[in-house]
């Protein structure tokens, strides 16, 4: 036992979009008392908040819609994790976001309107207003801050996880400078994803895989790391955007019948796919690639439909960038979404004891090699509840914290920037849409070097800007190491084939 200063929970929640509130929601429910630790200071810290095309429900076709997740993954999904999402998908969407939460889905003579995206073979999708994510992300975030028994701690890291002969028991929390372990009965991972390693990227910029770095260190398996979904309609404001500015053309606009022409003025998707601009994202995201490698742009043509009408916030949005739409959005892809992650089974269990994970950060195995479109919130929320049921009720033992407590907070000035900024070099070159096979080994050791760098810091200091670039750096490695051990080309992991080497004159 330890004579510092700590606090205890049942249930601490690391992250606060989707799924780590329903981790607590589930918790809670279970008499545990909460505790949710977020470095988000404002809704907007999580990916939950914008999301937009809306979160899918299985209707009366079950089947249709397992089919549809595993087809879109390129036959790479778990079956039976499809199965556990599809089956409580109606359950929890009906509990949780329309009995409790009282979300105001977008309505059709008085019925809920159901939409379609690409590769859903139904209409099958709720959605608000094309900005679904903050009107579900912010009443849950209300509902929990006043529920007996849940605390949320708004710009509160968690460092590094308190781990004792593969158990865990609790975190190493950072506010304000302050380090302080939190004991736990059991540790739920919900940190989202891994957008901020990728110099364009639709996620906010909290997205450093703390979560998953945090896992593997402490011992966690970790899986799919190579399977990194590009979303192929970011507009990109200005000449060629400031990758600051960029913003999501959700997929909706696509399914209600945008199309998407190269620099020629042509459309292009039928020669990559028979479902044109409604195919996988992955095979759209790499014909948008080439099109603009091979004619100068991407246009997405919204003249089809009447875009202000329909996607009032997108039309504003795009106006606010300075974007005429009637001339089409300038589109690239963009890093979106991580479909691996911290391996769980299907209640959100890890492979070390008391420590969950759910959300964007683990890996369920129910996206595969690539995530079917609107299908993250709803595995979210599953999950989430399912993990934080599962969580509950487990006794806390304090027990010897890592000695993170006196060290000198103070990072040399631009050290983070640099660094970062190198890393995110690398996994655009090396690691992004395509892939070259003998590159990836490079950008294994170039990562490792970087991370060896980063290392050396966190032994003397503790910062959270230096802790989130740790967790970049090892996450980083982890996606470069899957994709180096992954030969086959499958789904986002797109590997490039080489012209055989011309036979030599003698
Ligand atoms: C622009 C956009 C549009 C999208 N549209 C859709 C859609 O229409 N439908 C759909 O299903 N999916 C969509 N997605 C994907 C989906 O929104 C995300 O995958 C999902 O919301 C992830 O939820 P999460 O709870 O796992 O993570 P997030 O919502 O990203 O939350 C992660 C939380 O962890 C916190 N955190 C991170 N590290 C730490 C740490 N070390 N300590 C404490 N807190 C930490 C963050 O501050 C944040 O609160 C979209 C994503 C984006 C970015």
């Known amino acids: 036992m330890t004579d510092q200063n700590?606090?205890?929970?049942?249930?601490?929640v690391v992250g606060s979009g989707i799924a780590g509130l329903a981790a607590a929601l589930g918790a809670v429910r279970e008499g545990s008392d909460v505790t949710v630790a977020t470095k988000a200071t404002r809704p907007e810290g999580a990916s939950s908040w914008w999301a937009q095309g809306g979160i899918a429900v299985s209707r009366d076709h079950p089947e249709q819609f397992k089919q549809d997740i595993i087809a879109a993954s390129d036959d790479t999904a778990d079956p039976d994790a499809v199965d556990v999402l599809v089956e409580n998908a109606n359950d929890a969407v009906e509990d949780v976001l329309l009995d409790t939460l009282e979300v105001k889905f977008d309505e059709n003579g008085g019925d809920l309107d159901f939409t379609r995206e690409a590769a859903h073979s139904e209409d099958r999708i709720l959605h608000v207003d094309a900005a679904t994510g903050k009107h579900i992300h912010v009443p849950f975030l209300n509902y929990l801050d006043a529920h007996d028994g849940v605390e949320i701690l708004d710009d509160t890291a968690a460092l590094e996880l308190i781990r004792h002969e593969g158990r865990v028991h609790g975190a190493m929390l950072e506010s304000d400078g302050e380090v302080t372990p939190h004991y736990a009965g059991s540790v739920v991972l919900a940190t989202g994803g891994i957008g901020e390693l990728y110099p364009r990227t639709t996620n906010p910029d909290m997205a450093t895989g703390d979560g998953i770095a945090m896992a593997a260190l402490a011992g966690a398996d970790v899986e799919d790391m190579e399977y990194v979904q590009f979303h192929p309609t970011v507009a990109i404001p200005g000449e060629d955007g400031d990758d600051d500015d960029v913003f999501l053309v959700s997929e909706a606009v696509r399914g209600e019948g945008a199309l998407l022409r190269?620099?020629?003025?042509?459309r292009f998707m039928k020669e990559y796919h028979?479902?044109?601009e409604l195919a996988p994202r992955d095979v759209v995201a790499r014909a948008v690639k080439a099109e603009r490698e091979g004619?100068?742009?991407?246009?997405?043509d919204?003249?089809?439909?009447?875009?202000?009408?329909?996607?009032p916030g997108l039309a504003r949005r795009c106006t606010d960038h300075g974007i005429d739409y009637e001339d089409g959005i300038p589109v690239a892809p963009a890093e979106h979404f991580l479909c691996g992650g911290v391996a769980v089974d299907d209640r959100g269990r890890t492979t070390l004891d008391r420590l969950y994970a759910v959300g964007e950060c683990s890996r369920t195995g129910v996206h595969g090699a690539n995530r079917l479109a609107s299908t993250s919130l709803l595995e979210g929320l599953v999950w989430g509840l399912r993990a934080g049921e599962d969580a509950a009720g487990k006794g806390v033992e304090p027990i010897e914290a890592p000695d993170l407590l006196e060290r000198d907070p103070d990072l040399p000035a631009r050290f983070a920037g640099d660094k970062m900024h190198r890393l995110r070099r690398v996994m655009d070159e090396q690691l992004g849409v395509e892939r070259d096979p003998d590159e990836l080994g490079k950008a294994m050791a170039t990562v490792r070097r970087l991370k060896g760098?980063?290392?050396?810091?966190?032994?003397?200091?503790?910062?959270?800007?230096l802790y989130e670039l740790r967790h970049a750096s090892v996450t980083a490695l982890l996606v470069a190491r899957h994709a180096s051990e992954n030969t086959e080309s499958v789904g986002t992991h797109n590997l490039v084939e080489k012209a055989p080497a011309e036979p030599s004159a003698d």
């Open 302 to 311: 919204v003249s089809p439909l009447s875009f202000a009408a329909e996607f």
């Open 262 to 266: 190269n620099g020629d003025g042509e």
């Open 6 to 12: 700590y606090e205890t929970s049942d249930v601490l």
């Open 295 to 300: 004619t100068g742009e991407v246009l997405l």
């Open 274 to 276: 028979a479902d044109a």
């Open 453 to 465: 760098e980063v290392d050396a810091y966190v032994r003397t200091r503790t910062s959270r800007s």
